[in-house]
């Protein structure tokens, strides 16, 4: 199907030659071949079926940890509508939420409605569809804990529902396919006062404030803890392998928390990336850790 084709199926919602760099939090990106905003189930399957699982898929959440090349994507980027932000509570202890819905949101509804075990989602900046696909988390809780499925949508349109006890989630992965496009999930919480799950809420969230940037263009944790090659957190290792005032453009490292990378102008794609790579290999010279990212990198 050509473009003309495409406009006259999918009117606003598509784009070509679309600038990714107001869509995520470091401010970096250049343009994306295609980028298709997902009015509703219904049409997301009838895109997934024109094109024919002929593209590279990128799915963008909230892209709190997404670092996007400066070039042109050469594929689709699909961004999920406020259709897919929907929540609503199940049973008394179970919480369905679309993954467009933000970890904020879901923590709020869950206080809202006295179920604890969600506190620590208050602290995470990104949507449910990214807090699945890498398993996100803080303060020792992850989504694992809290998921019992997810309904999602592979590349040939079939809607499908994955239990949690069959996804092999790992330390911030959840090891699924990269184009299986999540659209809900349902997770269990437990009986707890409002009152009490609000003040979790906020220690939680002063514990972060104190601890890492806020307000300013930067992407989350950069890198993985190194569980099993290390006793030592990857904050430690770069504080102990680089100087932190090392930057490449306007490529730096947070002060406030050195796994915490920022763009404090007007940096590069590729300078963030030599940024991540220096420090990388800074740390692996020094204590022979291997680093893994933990931000996504759209290439």
Not at 84 to 99: H, Q, T
Not at 279 to 284: F, K, Q, R, T
Request: proline share 2%.
């Amino acid at each position: 199907m050509n473009r003309d084709d495409l406009l006259l199926e999918f009117n606003e919602n598509i784009k070509f030659d679309f600038n990714l760099k107001k869509k995520n939090w470091f401010n970096i990106a250049g343009i994306t071949k295609i980028y298709y905003k997902a009015e509703n189930l219904k049409e997301l399957i009838r895109f997934l079926k024109i094109i024919e699982n002929k593209e590279k898929l990128f799915v963008l959440g909230g892209g709190s940890n997404t670092l996007i090349t400066d070039k042109t994507y050469d594929g689709v980027v699909v961004k999920l509508s406020k259709n897919f932000n929907n929540i609503s509570l199940l049973s008394e202890d179970i919480i369905i939420a679309g993954s467009a819905v933000s970890d904020k949101s879901l923590s709020e509804f869950a206080m809202d409605n006295n179920l604890g075990g969600f506190e620590f989602l208050s602290c995470i900046p990104g949507t449910v569809g990214g807090g699945i696909r890498m398993n996100a988390g803080c303060f020792d809780r992850e989504f694992k804990d809290i998921l019992i499925s997810i309904q999602a949508i592979n590349k040939s349109g079939q809607v499908i529902t994955i239990p949690a006890n069959e996804i092999d989630f790992k330390y911030r992965d959840s090891g699924l396919p990269n184009d299986l496009i999540f659209l809900s999930a349902s997770f269990k919480g437990f009986k707890k006062n409002s009152d009490l799950i609000k003040n979790e809420m906020i220690k939680l969230k002063e514990k972060k404030e104190k601890a890492q940037p806020t307000r300013i263009k930067t992407s989350g944790s950069t890198f993985k803890n190194p569980l099993g090659q290390s006793d030592k957190k990857v904050w430690q290792l770069i504080k102990d392998s680089v100087s932190l005032e090392k930057s490449f453009g306007d490529a730096c490292i947070s002060e406030k928390h050195c796994n915490f990378f920022v763009n404090k102008g007007n940096a590069k794609f590729d300078d963030m990336k030599r940024l991540i790579e220096f420090v990388s290999e800074s740390v692996l010279k020094k204590t022979g850790v291997k680093l893994e990212t933990e931000i996504k990198i759209l290439e």
